[in-house]
């Protein structure tokens, strides 16, 4: 039963968000990209000429794109990351590691897969339970700062960068 009003709950809301995707959301990104490339400005610009009460959704814009940026720069970092650990000889979640001082392997790894014991223990060092919590993972913020790093290198070079990325890597 709660199962079947959940699904109903869920499919409603696709419903409604799609509706209101296509009706509001897309319309209003076509709005913005039209208007703004003709009056050369930038978000918050724009909405302030467009009416001057509306200035804020320049702004709420901006936070929504440098709130977005963040958390895909994470997922960006988790990448770089395993990226750099597929360079070694043996990848760390091909086998499950040694105790130290032992010829066992750790009993947590050998209780879920070798992959699932990198990902949680060795990569993120997630522990058991929500309320322990510890310091930021360090072994993540060269990748953070590498993923921002190309993030601005991005911006940089803007638009007249995509056509040779796209001529080189897409042509045959």
């Avoid at 039209?34 to 901006?62: C, D, E, R």
């Avoid at 001082?101 to 990569?123: G, I, K, L, V």
Wanted: proline content about 6%; charged content about 10%; hydrophobic content about 50%.
């Amino acid at each position: 039963m709660l199962v079947a009003l959940r699904r109903v709950i869920v499919g409603s809301f696709l419903i409604i968000y799609i509706v209101m995707l296509f009706l509001v959301g897309i319309p209003l990104l076509f709005l913005e990209m039209a208007v703004g490339q003709k009056l050369n400005q930038h978000s918050i610009g724009l909405w302030k000429i467009i009416g001057p009460w509306a200035g804020g959704v320049g702004y709420t814009i901006f936070m929504m794109c440098f709130i977005t940026s963040t958390y895909l720069n994470v997922y960006n970092s988790w990448i770089i990351f395993s990226v750099s650990q597929s360079f070694q000889a043996h990848v760390p979640w091909e086998k499950c590691p040694l105790m130290k001082n032992s010829s066992d392997f750790d009993p947590e790894c050998a209780r879920t897969t070798p992959s699932m014991y990198f990902w949680y223990r060795q990569m993120l060092k997630a522990s058991d339970r929500i309320e322990d919590s510890g310091p930021p993972v360090l072994g993540l913020s060269l990748p953070f700062f590498l993923s921002w790093c190309l993030v601005g290198a991005f911006v940089i070079n803007g638009l007249k960068s995509t056509g040779k990325v796209n001529h080189h890597f897409l042509t045959p």
